[in-house]
């Protein structure tokens, strides 16, 4: 807009039009010289109509491909943002059959997986606990209450969860699944004294509230004694708090929920179908079973008898070997390494390129391909995604033209024949043979279900000083001596020599002289 004009009795309004429409406006443009004379922008400069300089190459499986790479908010959900992801590249694809759009890397993958893998073992763990119980106990009905006292104190435990705005993650699940083992712990005690009364001759009802009451006592400090062990984490601030803090919640939410099931619903159910009562065997298959379990069972009852007497009978023999037992396992603690978290076979390898300063994409990109060609032997690897400069995938490399990274989805770890670990190994010596070259390969790991983290090393040395030269050459010492270490991988310094440029210098009396101002 250029303002308003008077027109006759109207006030019209003007427009600027300052835009190029072809290309011989452009080579048209006048450029005033401070002598006085005008040339034109095509009298210095070649202009012509052609496609931007390539900065970035992206490929999927050797096929020219475009990375996009996307961040949840703070907030969000990751699970919940992938599933929605998923779902617009469905419609994509459907809707645009000329091209395919796929996920390089899925992070909610190893989530439902770590979470799917909890719940099996939860879901497990509970149908153990009540086939053990039959064993025992020989009834039926006993073992089912405590298969009906698993969910009823799990979706108590889901309730406490969601009113302390908790999520269900890998760590509250883990909890979870470490709680479950001690939530029949109070629904059995309560239902082998139930038990025992009916043996005694009491009736159901009786037999529910004299049993119960008696044993209330014992499980309620039993619960406390565990609860206090975990439920102090919760006030512990820094790291350790954010990492624990959803387990310890989760094993006190169970415990809880499992007492007040063990002192109400347990004994309720009993009274109602009457399941202490003794077990009588109503076919000879089940009395068959019955009398083997019971054969095998007095055998061991029989074998610790006699071994408490003896240990009873030589009491000095029995503390000393507990205290040489406990003294070997101090010296042997040292040799047992210690970390952070357990590394986590997520499927994943990042691989990250480095060439010498100034390498042009084009050098890069044949870099990339020759490696691309190396990883194809591997039997293990379904997909490979490489981004070369400014456009490349990982975080981790520069958005230089002299960098790329590679990102290796391997299959399902039922089909691998090798770990990833195993498999890092292997790529890092096949990849040892490519020169001039600085590659780093590490395998994709995701702690917390949270970030990736692909591997920015163990061990970081930090050296501070003025004289640029003397850093680069202790870097270098530290480097080379570290380097002989077995247990180290892919030693390197971060310091890197500047990149070649020209420079130029205006003599401005020759300029002045031939009217350039500058």
Not at 26 to 39: D, F, N, Q, R, W
Request: net charge negative; aromatic share 8%; charged share 20%.
């Amino acid at each position: 807009p250029g303002g308003s004009v008077s027109y006759g009795d109207k006030s019209l309004i003007v427009r600027t039009v300052g835009e190029f429409n072809n290309i011989s406006d452009i080579k048209s443009v006048p450029i005033p010289l401070p002598t006085g004379a005008t040339i034109y922008l095509s009298d210095i400069a070649d202009i012509g109509e052609s496609f931007k300089k390539t900065s970035s190459i992206s490929r999927s499986n050797g096929g020219d491909a475009v990375t996009i790479s996307l961040q949840k908010a703070t907030d969000a959900n990751t699970v919940n943002v992938v599933e929605a992801v998923s779902k617009e590249i469905d419609k994509l694809n459907k809707n645009n059959p000329e091209y395919s759009l796929g996920l390089v890397f899925d992070q909610a993958e190893y989530i439902k997986l770590s979470i799917n893998n909890l719940t099996q073992s939860a879901l497990l763990g509970g149908i153990l606990a009540i086939l053990v119980l039959f064993l025992f106990l020989h009834s039926f009905k006993m073992s089912m209450i405590i298969g009906t006292a698993i969910p009823i104190s799990i979706i108590a435990t889901f309730n406490a969860m969601y009113f302390s705005n908790m999520s269900l993650n890998i760590i509250s699940l883990g909890g979870l699944a470490l709680g479950i083992g001690m939530l029949v712990d109070n629904a059995i005690v309560v239902l082998d004294n139930i038990h025992r009364m009916r043996s005694e001759g009491k009736d159901a009802i009786e037999a529910s509230l004299i049993g119960t009451k008696e044993v209330f006592g014992p499980i309620l400090a039993s619960t406390l004694t565990t609860i206090v062990v975990f439920l102090p984490i919760v006030f512990v601030e820094g790291f350790a708090s954010q990492i624990f803090g959803n387990l310890s919640l989760t094993v006190t939410f169970s415990l809880l929920s499992s007492l007040v099931v063990a002192a109400t619903v347990v004994p309720s159910i009993c009274a109602r179908f009457d399941a202490g009562r003794p077990y009588k065997a109503r076919s000879a298959f089940m009395s068959g079973i019955v009398k083997i379990w019971d054969g095998a069972f007095n055998a061991i009852d029989s074998a610790y008898r006699r071994l408490l007497k003896g240990v009873i009978r030589h009491r000095f023999i029995t503390i000393l070997c507990a205290i040489i037992i406990f003294v070997s396992s101090c010296f042997l603690l040292p040799s047992i390494g210690t970390e952070l978290m357990p590394v986590s076979d997520q499927g994943q390898i990042n691989i990250s390129v480095k060439l010498p300063g100034s390498t042009k994409i084009e050098e890069t990109n044949k870099t990339a391909a020759e490696i691309e060609s190396i990883l194809t032997g591997f039997e293990d690897v379904e997909k490979i995604t490489t981004s070369i400069g400014s456009g490349s995938y990982s975080a981790l490399t520069g958005g230089s033209a002299d960098s790329a990274s590679i990102t290796l989805n391997l299959v399902e770890k039922e089909k691998r024949l090798r770990s990833t670990v195993e498999t890092v190994e292997l790529i890092r010596q096949k990849l040892a043979q490519v020169p001039g070259t600085e590659i780093s390969v590490t395998a994709s790991s995701s702690y917390m279900g949270g970030m990736s983290v692909t591997g920015s090393g163990g061990v970081t040395i930090i050296v501070y000083g003025d004289e640029i030269p003397v850093l680069k050459e202790i870097s270098e010492t530290y480097k080379n001596a570290l380097t002989d270490i077995e247990s180290l991988r892919e030693v390197k310094t971060t310091f890197e020599s500047g990149k070649p440029e020209f420079t130029v210098y205006v003599d401005r009396q020759k300029a002045a002289a031939f009217g350039l101002a500058g």
